[in-house]
């Protein structure tokens, strides 16, 4: 009798021995696995592992590795994380990843706070929307110039960046707006600007769509050139030129490149298009001075007569800043 409850004593410690044994198990699992997947969330927020493609229309597929320094970051950040292994697959050399290395939840407890931390990180990021920002100027004060260089140097720092130019010419509104331009065709002023603003309004999904990814978005021109070009014609108000625009995602930044007429009017191929003519230009000026009087609006002079690489820097670190800032707030919308 004594003997069957010795037996019945140590087949309940057999019993509860192993039912630990197998929560520590299943939660070694689902640790990994949660590991895993953050792992991979992370990686996939802050970049692919290949070089990011930044299309910018009529010039081509530039290449720059936008991954890398974020990435470079987080890994300093976090190093115990990063120095446990993804669970499945095998190396070069055929042996298992769990073989060479030891496992993350083998390490649990050293790593835990990291890996929490880093999945806050990841949320964070998650949650992170691109920046808008605007350049514009009176016809060739290096606008377009400039948005390839900021579109290329933030990829180079770890931003997600990619460059749109109004009018957007690859749609049949914008081929209409084109052939405008281009003096090939002749349009009644009124019927002009809406076009322009229309060619606007269809680029808005896609400009949401961005933003919300993460991505920031540089636009060479935008709502405040269509009203200062409008507006600057015989009778034609500054307010009945904003209407069309009204609601189109508000920018984050504005930069104003300023140059002298007689500057802009001696760099190459000025007078090829419609409206680049010194008298014109003037009144254009004008009106964009008076857009950039509204206080609600971040507009930002930059002297575009200093050497490329000055003006570069000064809207490079502009940028940046912009970029901080629009991290964490709503987009909003354009005079309203």
């Given at each position: 009798?004594?003997?069957?409850?010795?037996?019945?004593?140590?087949?309940?410690?057999?019993?509860?021995?192993?039912?630990?044994?197998?929560?520590?198990?299943?939660?070694?699992?689902?640790?990994?696995?949660?590991?895993?997947?953050a792992?991979?969330?992370?990686?996939?927020?802050?970049?692919?592992?290949?070089?990011?493609?930044?299309?910018?229309?009529?010039?081509?597929?530039?290449s720059?590795?936008g991954w890398?320094?974020?990435?470079?970051?987080?890994?300093?950040?976090?190093?115990?994380?990063f120095?446990?292994?993804?669970?499945?697959?095998?190396?070069?050399?055929?042996?298992?990843?769990?073989?060479?290395?030891?496992?993350?939840?083998?390490?649990?407890?050293?790593?835990l706070?990291?890996?929490?931390?880093?999945c806050?990180?990841?949320v964070?990021?998650?949650?992170r929307?691109?920046?808008?920002?605007?350049?514009?100027?009176?016809?060739r004060a290096?606008?377009?110039?400039?948005?390839?260089?900021l579109?290329t140097?933030?990829c180079?720092?770890?931003?997600?960046a990619?460059?749109?130019?109004?009018?957007?010419?690859?749609?049949e509104?914008?081929?209409?707006?084109?052939?405008?331009?281009e003096?090939?065709t002749?349009?009644?002023?009124?019927?002009?600007?809406?076009?322009?603003?229309?060619?606007?309004?269809?680029?808005?999904?896609?400009?949401?769509?961005?933003?919300?990814?993460?991505?920031?978005?540089?636009?060479?021109?935008?709502?405040?050139?269509?009203?200062?070009?409008?507006?600057?014609?015989?009778?034609?108000?500054?307010?009945w030129?904003?209407?069309?625009?009204?609601?189109?995602?508000?920018?984050?930044?504005?930069?104003?490149?300023?140059?002298?007429?007689l500057?802009?009017?001696?760099?190459?191929?000025?007078?090829?298009?419609?409206?680049?003519?010194?008298?014109?230009?003037?009144?254009?000026?004008?009106?964009?001075?008076?857009?950039?009087?509204?206080?609600?609006?971040?507009?930002?002079?930059?002297?575009a007569?200093?050497?490329?690489?000055?003006v570069?820097?000064?809207?490079?670190?502009?940028s940046?800043d912009a970029?901080?800032?629009?991290?964490?707030?709503?987009?909003?919308?354009?005079?309203k």
């Amino acid at each position: 009798m004594l003997q069957s409850v010795h037996l019945g004593d140590r087949c309940c410690y057999l019993y509860s021995f192993c039912s630990r044994i197998i929560r520590w198990l299943v939660c070694a699992r689902m640790c990994n696995f949660h590991v895993t997947r953050a792992r991979k969330t992370l990686v996939g927020r802050i970049g692919p592992f290949r070089e990011l493609q930044t299309e910018v229309p009529g010039v081509g597929v530039r290449s720059s590795a936008g991954w890398g320094p974020r990435l470079r970051h987080v890994r300093k950040r976090f190093p115990a994380v990063f120095s446990a292994p993804l669970p499945a697959g095998r190396g070069a050399s055929g042996q298992s990843t769990s073989a060479r290395f030891p496992s993350a939840a083998a390490n649990i407890g050293g790593n835990l706070k990291g890996w929490l931390e880093l999945c806050r990180l990841s949320v964070a990021m998650a949650s992170r929307r691109g920046a808008l920002i605007v350049l514009e100027g009176v016809d060739r004060a290096g606008k377009t110039t400039q948005c390839l260089r900021l579109v290329t140097a933030l990829c180079a720092s770890g931003h997600r960046a990619e460059l749109l130019r109004f009018p957007e010419r690859s749609t049949e509104i914008g081929k209409l707006l084109s052939s405008y331009l281009e003096k090939k065709t002749e349009l009644e002023d009124h019927s002009v600007h809406l076009l322009f603003s229309a060619n606007r309004w269809e680029q808005v999904p896609l400009i949401k769509a961005k933003l919300n990814q993460g991505v920031t978005l540089v636009l060479d021109r935008y709502a405040f050139s269509g009203v200062a070009f409008t507006s600057a014609k015989e009778n034609f108000s500054l307010d009945w030129c904003k209407q069309p625009d009204v609601g189109l995602p508000k920018p984050d930044l504005i930069l104003f490149l300023q140059l002298q007429l007689l500057d802009a009017a001696s760099r190459g191929e000025f007078g090829l298009e419609r409206y680049e003519t010194g008298t014109f230009q003037e009144q254009v000026l004008l009106c964009f001075q008076q857009l950039m009087s509204e206080k609600n609006l971040n507009w930002k002079v930059v002297d575009a007569s200093k050497s490329i690489e000055d003006v570069h820097e000064e809207i490079r670190a502009l940028s940046e800043d912009a970029i901080q800032n629009a991290a964490q707030r709503p987009l909003e919308e354009l005079w309203k």
